[in-house]
């Protein structure tokens, strides 16, 4: 029986090879992104779970608000990882990270850069599951200026992991001693180790001040304890020991903060969730975020569907075609059940090709999606059988819902109707087929106006005006090496032609938001926290300001030549306003020194607002103060021959002194390190793209078998029509009149729909476009020109086809 099954599903295949192969292309279109869907979304919820305890796994951040103001971060006090373990049992082990950025190590003559460096306590291998490939993790960081690095590390420095007890020399001044090889971090995580530094180290980790927040703190919790159990111990902490040093410092308790509406608090955040559902504004790595991730679902689910309505509205649209077939096999003994089966039979089939070319299409197109995403994700089917069983069992599924409606539908016919010919074959009496088609174009539209609004949102970020000039600014890292030199270095650039400003700074407006240092500042010498707020402190040279095209809105700028500029300072405008100063010129703020003495600094001028960093966010008050270091260089640029200009920078770099002959001369331009800030948002926009084209490509498929079927099944009527003298236009509009109308549909109910999802979508950016009306025309005039495009051309070819060969057997 299942042999003759699929005989005739076989016949019936060939004999409508081209229904077959628009059905059977559109699913395998459909199945393959579907597939890439699921690896993306499969590869966002595996981040960090590579940890054997990752659902015991608490990070803690800092959340502090005071007078408008505050710090949302990752960074704690550096006594709270050892307090968390000596007052609660509970907390089986709690370790300590220090952001150890860049660091130069030597290779024989040359000095390279590694990322993802970092300092921790010797118990980080009893908190993360980082697996040793030599060396003991129980010693390995105990001692000062030791180190563990990765398996890659060890291997381009020493051509073996086998590197326990060589040494490296690292920020062209310490030798560290490897202690350990550990294998690579898996590239599901938020953190990534390149090398682990030791602790003890850094004099800084041994401090007992609670007001200063240098340190990440990672918690192991033992079974059954949850994040809010352990957010009550956090609370007890800060209490027991933060509001001490508060009260001292700023003379408030957190009683005094919440009378204000000001908070100051320490919150938990699980390992696994920290990549997808983080809010904090300085994480190391770039994040995810939970919402693309059900939006990827989403549309994974919306293509599947529109590709599975195809071979319905196919299916159904064919079933005159096939009822003389149904009446004949009646007739002969066939029951329903038996119909069911074979129509059922010939869905799966389709199905299970549809399967193996969309495995072709996705392996094909897995280097461009992984390009698209920013991930290094393969199938792998051979080593995951799970993956393979789990893709046909959803393949047959999808056959069986696929056609279980046109397999009843075509099993009820009646065999004397239709042998009688009684059976109607217009095309225009199903409501559930014209529903269909009004669901998929309903989701195209949805897909192009949200790739508009994407689209101009982000050109409208490359477009703003930012307050400051990011054109043409070059921008060069690692100025500490150049130690004393570092003045000379700048002098002797600034004379290269084509270099007009320069500047040294600790931070620039597109640094990530972990590389500021923010700090507490009051109105008044007493420090009280009802006068101080929470502002970002970056540290500048006299020639900061004007070099990046910045503008002063009252006072002056620093000057070089005034020696008592080393203690005055520079507000933006929101700081100002923050404040509430209405002459700032007039006043100064205080802060704390190293012997927590206050230390006043009046206020000679007010620079305009600038947006740093991400305009997700507000605008941050900022405090500048004069300094002549920093960690980097930004020389603005005006040349025909940039390449010659940053060539004759580098060997001004490298002849400094004979030091820097083998120092790696690092460098970005001002505008790239921006557009790098919003790499999620262009990498979600390419992708919206790409489902978009995916999406009208299957729903244009179906929409060109509905037409071609619908012109076969009016064939008598637009003969006698042109023999009455239709004209090839009437014909073409009376065909094409139909779906016209059901696109138009779509449009009003996809307007709305896709007004609300972009609506909460933009919520996120602090910055937004205001969204047009004529955002949603473009999308209904773009559906329209592809459906008719779609449309119009089957509708033509029924319109010139000769009139006489359709009528010859009236």
Not at 260 to 273: A, C, N, R, V, W
Not at 389 to 399: E, F
Not at 452 to 466: E, G, H, T, V
Not at 548 to 563: T, V
């Amino acid at each position: 029986m299942i042999q003759n099954y699929l005989k005739i599903a076989f016949r019936n295949i060939l004999r409508h090879r081209g229904y077959f192969a628009i059905n059977v292309f559109g699913l395998a279109i459909g199945l393959a992104i579907c597939l890439m869907i699921s690896l993306f979304v499969i590869d966002e919820l595996s981040y960090d779970k590579y940890n054997v305890n990752a659902d015991r796994i608490y990070r803690v951040n800092t959340d502090i608000k005071i007078n408008g103001s505050g710090i949302d971060s990752r960074s704690t006090p550096a006594p709270m990882a050892g307090v968390l373990m000596k007052d609660y049992p509970q907390v089986e082990q709690a370790t300590r990270l220090a952001n150890g950025g860049n660091m130069l190590v030597l290779k024989g003559t040359q000095t390279l850069v590694e990322p993802n460096c970092f300092y921790a306590d010797p118990n980080i291998f009893s908190v993360f599951s980082l697996n040793m490939i030599s060396g003991d993790k129980k010693t390995a960081l105990n001692q000062p200026n030791t180190i563990v690095i990765s398996a890659s590390m060890a291997r381009k420095y020493f051509n073996t992991t086998d590197a326990v007890g060589k040494t490296l020399k690292v920020d062209n001044t310490t030798i560290c001693k490897v202690t350990g090889v550990i294998k690579d971090t898996p590239a599901q995580s938020h953190l990534h180790f390149n090398a682990i530094r030791s602790m003890s180290t850094m004099a800084d980790s041994r401090s007992d001040f609670w007001l200063n927040n240098n340190f990440i703190t990672y918690v192991l919790v033992s079974p059954g304890i949850s994040g809010p159990i352990l957010n009550s111990y956090l609370k007890t902490v800060a209490k027991k020991y933060a509001e001490p040093q508060l009260m001292n410092s700023f003379h408030s308790s957190f009683a005094d903060l919440e009378k204000k509406g000001d908070t100051f608090k320490y919150t938990s955040i699980p390992l696994t969730q920290i990549h997808l559902h983080s809010e904090i504004t300085g994480e190391g790595e770039p994040s995810g975020d939970i919402r693309y991730v059900y939006m990827f679902i989403l549309i994974g689910i919306i293509i599947i569907t529109i590709a599975c309505v195809n071979f319905t509205n196919l299916s159904t649209a064919r079933s005159a075609g096939r009822s003389k077939e149904v009446g004949i096999r009646k007739v002969l003994g066939s029951n329903r059940g038996n119909l069911i089966t074979q129509f059922l039979t010939e869905s799966v089939m389709t199905s299970l090709i549809a399967l193996g070319i969309a495995l072709i299409i996705t392996l094909l197109c897995m280097p461009y999606f992984n390009q698209l995403s920013g991930k290094e994700m393969s199938i792998g089917f051979i080593s995951n059988l799970g993956l393979l069983a789990s893709l046909l069992l959803i393949t047959v599924l999808i056959g069986i819902l696929a056609g279980i409606y046109p397999a009843f539908f075509l099993s009820a016919f009646e065999p004397i109707q239709v042998l009688k010919g009684r059976l109607s074959t217009g095309f225009k009496g199903s409501w559930l087929r014209n529903s269909l088609v009004v669901f998929q174009f309903t989701a195209a539209i949805v897909l192009i106006v949200c790739t508009l609004i994407i689209y101009n949102q982000l050109n409208y970020i490359r477009n703003k005006d930012l307050g400051y000039k990011r054109d043409q600014v070059l921008v060069i890292k690692n100025a500490y090496a150049l130690g004393s030199h570092a003045k000379t270095f700048k002098e002797e650039v600034l004379q290269i032609p084509g270099v007009i400003a320069a500047t040294r700074a600790d931070v620039l407006p597109t640094s990530s938001e972990n590389e500021w240092n923010n700090n507490a500042f009051a109105k008044d010498a007493a420090m009280s926290a009802a006068k101080s707020t929470v502002l970002g402190e970056w540290h500048v040279d006299a020639d900061y300001i004007g070099a990046l095209g910045m503008k002063i809105a009252s006072g002056r700028n620093f000057s070089a030549q005034m020696p008592t500029d080393s203690n005055v300072i520079i507000i933006n405008e929101t700081a100002a306003r923050l404040l509430g100063f209405k002459n700032p010129l007039q006043q100064q703020l205080f802060n704390s020194d190293d012997n927590n003495h206050s230390l006043g600094h009046p206020i000679i001028g007010v620079v305009k607002d600038f947006n740093a960093g991400s305009l997700r966010y507000q605008t941050a008050p900022i405090v500048f103060k004069l300094s002549k270091y920093g960690d980097r260089f930004a020389f603005r640029i005006q040349s025909n021959n940039i390449q010659s200009v940053i060539k004759q920078i580098e060997t001004k770099y490298h002849a400094m002194d004979i030091n820097m002959a083998g120092q790696p001369f690092l460098f970005s331009f001002m505008d790239e390190d921006f557009n790098n800030i919003y790499q999620s948002e262009q990498r979600t926009a390419k992708l919206f793209i790409s489902f978009a084209f995916f999406t009208i490509l299957i729903a244009c498929l179906g929409l060109f078998g509905l037409i071609t079927y619908a012109a076969e099944q009016r064939t008598k009527e637009i003969g006698i029509r042109k023999v009455l003298g239709a004209s090839v236009a009437n014909v073409t509009a009376m065909l094409s009149l139909d779906f016209i109308k059901l696109v138009l549909i779509s449009t009003l109910v996809a307007s709305p729909i896709a007004w609300f999802a972009m609506h909460q979508w933009l919520q996120g950016f602090a910055y937004r476009i205001n969204i047009s009306a004529w955002t949603f025309v473009l999308a209904a005039i773009a559906a329209l020109v592809i459906a008719l495009s779609t449309v119009s051309f089957q509708a033509l070819k029924a319109a010139l086809a000769n009139p006489v060969k359709s009528l010859r057997s009236e």
